[in-house]
């Protein structure tokens, strides 16, 4: 049965945030809170726990497509190949905030993203998930919760989100109601911004 914890952005409660970093380095899934939807989420150095993550998504865990939530630029760097200047730029004017950026992987990645040349990044203009990545020391891997109700798509409810996956996950996060706009995907692998799937984030 998956555990609720209420934390708000405002001032979210360091015990409550060690308590999420405790199931995360334990294996654990999480739901949690984001500057867009909620979604899914997991420590991407736990093989175990991505590949729990890869069989609720029904895919592959070799196939699948998580992208990474870090929690600023230097760190996002650390799992990106050298980043040129205009992109680093680029990079710096639009984050945080609701974007999925798709750059090319460095050798930094863990097991589970072996053989992946490319990587989706997030770093969130929200404080809960930024301040767990802060505090597991590396960053979680993110997907989306979709709705079976394709006119709502994306859950905004935690309570009715932590009641739908309470037999799939360890930890709900509530955060209030969260958004039912994913992040804008952009492709930054040629140099030149290429919008895959627009979102929130207006470039």
């Known amino acids: 049965m998956a555990k609720i914890l209420k934390i708000y952005p405002e001032n979210p409660q360091e015990n409550l945030l060690d308590e999420v970093v405790k199931v995360l380095k ?4 999480i739901i949690y809170p984001s500057d867009t939807i909620y979604a ?17 998504k029904s895919v592959k865990l070799e196939k699948s497509q998580f992208s990474v939530i870090c929690n600023d630029l230097s760190h996002l760097s650390h799992y990106t190949k050298a980043l040129d200047t ?9 984050l945080p905030g609701p974007f999925t950026f798709i750059l090319e992987a460095s050798k930094n990645l863990p097991l589970a993203y072996k053989g992946k040349k490319t990587i989706g990044i997030r ?3 929200h404080s809960v998930p930024k301040m767990i990545v802060e ?31 309470d037999k799939f996950v360890d930890l709900v996060i509530d955060s209030g109601y969260g958004d039912n706009v994913a992040s804008t995907i952009v492709d930054l692998t040629s140099g030149e911004p290429e919008i895959i799937r627009q979102g929130k984030g207006i470039i």
């Open 123 to 125: 770093v969130p203009n």
């Open 86 to 94: 205009p992109v680093f730029r680029f990079l710096k004017n639009h």
């Open 26 to 29: 334990s294996g654990g899934l």
């Open 135 to 165: 505090k597991l020391g590396h960053p979680i891997a993110s997907t989306s919760i979709h709705d079976d109700d394709d006119v709502l798509e994306y859950s905004t409810d935690p309570e009715l989100i932590a009641e739908k996956y």
């Open 40 to 56: 899914l989420g997991c420590d991407i150095f736990n093989l175990k726990a991505m590949e729990k993550l890869a069989e609720l």
